[in-house]
């Protein structure tokens, strides 16, 4: 029961963080930071829960009776930590996805560069390049 509780308040502190986030003024690259933020908690919990998790797992109560109730304890146990770790996944992509609406919203109007002539396809090449030196260092590898 206190460890439901818990998981409750836990659940119920993120979506407090998600709703102050999305009330902030955080441009869609500062809810990205945050994002990550949530993502390396959530590997610090990992990196404390699953050896929790793999012990309740692998742990076999005997088949009588009383034992299926102890069964059914470390069932829920686990089902609680599997709930805890959702809980930052959750914040997390809700973070991302408010990011992705905000870029979306913000009434800018992208345009591309209208293609005149014939193309000179090292030229392009040559600007790849020089854009992006360390993608096309990390493919050639």
């Given amino acids: 029961m206190e460890n439901r509780a818990a998981l409750e308040q836990h659940a119920s502190e993120f979506n407090k963080a998600y709703e102050e986030a999305a009330r902030g003024n955080l441009d869609p690259d500062g809810l990205a930071r945050l994002a990550e933020a949530v993502l390396e908690a959530e590997s610090r919990a990992a990196e404390q829960l699953h050896p929790w998790m793999e012990a309740l797992t692998e742990t076999r109560a005997p ?9 059914q304890c470390l069932h829920e146990l686990h089902e609680i930590a599997v709930a805890w ?4 996944q959750t914040l997390r992509e ?3 996805e408010l ?8 009434g800018e109007v992208l345009r591309a560069r209208p293609v005149i002539g014939e193309i000179d396809y090292a030229e392009l090449t040559g600007e790849i390049i020089a854009r992006f030196p360390k993608i096309l260092a990390a493919l050639a590898k």
């Fill in 85 to 88: 770790l959702a809980t930052y």
């Fill in 99 to 106: 990011a992705s609406e905000r870029r979306n919203n913000s």
């Fill in 63 to 71: 088949q009588s009776e009383p034992a299926q109730e102890a069964r």
């Fill in 94 to 96: 809700r973070l991302l």
